[in-house]
């Protein structure tokens, strides 16, 4: 870096901090997205040291899947729900990419998914992203990548049906809402791996749950676990 981009990064800063996509406080130096009391304090589940977890269960007698966790609790009205809309609908795609890599280190210290050899971004209709502009689920596997030390593989899964936002929907209609709307091209990349299904947040599991048995019915060779990087405490029966 110049000297003059710096100075100018110096000056930028002074004038407009980089302030914790969860309190809105300036951060120090060193903080990156989260201030270190969000960090600290953050809703955390401790599921990925989990082999059985409210998560995996939610998949009992739908999809068998390898390992299942979710990452942070989603808490309505909270900061923590304001940083996932910012990198779902503002396009705060960095702190995507952050919150990913923070996963990731839990997940790989964990042991239980030192096998996995590729991750895979739940992906977004063609014309959802392109009016977003990125799909938000391709930063957190990034992320998460990066700290397993294994690939992302962006091109063989995709949606051939733009659905409806599940956010309102009931649980039958949410499993309606998505029967049908992934598909696999070129099986061949996926075959024989340990996959990691990866999504920003997990409410019901249909959407989640759709993809992994898409994926398995056509590649039904490779081994999958999910990862999500928010889940709902309600929908897991899960008691404050």
């Known amino acids: 870096m110049s000297i003059l981009s710096e100075l100018f990064g110096d000056v930028a800063s002074l004038f407009f901090p980089a302030r914790c996509g969860v309190c809105g406080e300036p951060l120090e130096p060193g903080e990156r997205c989260l201030c270190t009391l969000c960090r600290a304090t953050a809703p955390l589940t401790g599921y990925w040291r989990e082999a059985d977890n409210p998560v995996v269960r939610k998949c009992w007698g739908m999809v068998p899947v390898e390992q299942a966790s979710g990452f ?3 808490v309505h009205a909270s900061g923590w729900r304001q940083l996932i809309h910012g990198f779902k609908y503002r396009g705060a795609w960095r702190t995507a990419r952050a919150m990913g890599e923070w996963y990731g280190r839990y997940l790989s210290e964990s042991g239980l998914y030192g ?5 895979v971004p739940l992906p977004l209709h063609p014309f959802k992203r392109c009016r977003r502009g990125y799909n938000q689920s391709e930063y957190i596997a990034e992320g998460i990548a990066r700290q397993l030390g294994v690939e992302v593989e962006r091109r063989s899964v ?3 049906r733009n659905t409806a936002s599940q956010a309102l ?3 039958r209609e949410r499993a309606g809402n998505v029967e049908g709307a992934f598909a ?3 099986a061949e990349r ?3 791996h340990h996959i990691l299904l990866v999504d920003d947040v997990m409410t019901t599991g249909s959407t989640l749950l759709s993809c992994a048995a898409e994926i398995l019915r056509t590649v039904p060779d490779c081994r999958i ?4 990087l928010a889940v709902s405490r309600s929908e897991l029966g899960v008691r404050d």
């Open 72 to 74: 942070l609790f989603f």
């Open 115 to 119: 096998d996995v050899d590729l991750v």
């Open 158 to 160: 995709y949606r051939r």
């Open 169 to 171: 929907k009931s649980h």
């Open 184 to 186: 696999v091209r070129h």
């Open 190 to 192: 996926l075959a024989g």
């Open 225 to 228: 676990s999910l990862a999500a």
